[in-house]
């Protein structure tokens, strides 16, 4: 199961328009992902990679497989949720299930469109909702994102429209980073490029276990470049030639941006 995110605030804040704008990202074929069925609230969406496109670029492959974010919509927390105003006390434990948290809120302006408590005032309804979270018992890394009409950077928070997009492929990547996670790339043959998500810090035998399971129990080695240099020798071969490719045993830290192919034996 990959790590979620769950997106939370007030109600009409905008949190189910984020969540569909995010779907449009959503991975079309889920079967690399370990996924059997996903639920009409959670979300699989692709994280943006300029990276990954430039080893497409360079390799050439049948495929190029993202990694990934899992975002859930969860219904709109009001003051005293933690009391069960709202049916508060079911979506915080849908809360406690994540491992992070987007809080969206309302900026825009639109008088079709009601707020809970009668004007916009994000700074109120940032407290009010940070309280309830609290109250919850709930402590997790949150990114503060400001839903705007028209999107203009913010200092404390990430600014987005929601309805139309603006903002998201940042979201995404901020989410990423939320969630502690690096990424690092596995070449398959030329067939496949891959990008897999590790927590920061993991090692050499714990991303080869993301791989598969084999290549963690018959672990011999790691070859290792970074994407940068990988890059600039202008492919794997060149890079092996260049002295580039090193070796890296199971206690190695993978780095972001790392190119690695496992060495294991059966
Ligand atoms: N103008 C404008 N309207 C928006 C924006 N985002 C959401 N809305 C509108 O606000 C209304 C509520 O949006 P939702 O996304 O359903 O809000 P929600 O936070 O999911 O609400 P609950 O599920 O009830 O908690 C809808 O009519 C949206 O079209 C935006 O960025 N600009
Ligand atoms: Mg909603």
Redesign the pocket.
Known sequence: MSLSVGIV???????????NTLLQKQVANVAPYPFTTIEPNVGIVEVPDERLKKLGKLIKPEKLTPAVVQFI?I??LVKDAHKGEGLGNQFLAKIRECDAIIH?LRS???E??GHYYGSIDAQRDKEIVDIELELGGIKKPTLYVL???TVEPQEDYLAV????GEGVDELIKAAYKLLNLVTFYTVKGGQEVRAWSILKGSTALESAAKVHADMAKGFIKAEVVGFEDLVSAGGWPQAKGKGKIRLEGRDYQVQDGDVVEFKFGS
């Not at 605030?9 to 969540?19: A, D, E, H, I, Q």
Request: glycine share 12%.
């Open positions: 605030g007030l109600p009409n804040s905008g949190k189910s328009t984020l969540f919509d219904a709109g969206i825009f302006k639109d079709s469109v839903n705007q009409d429209n929601a309805k139309m």
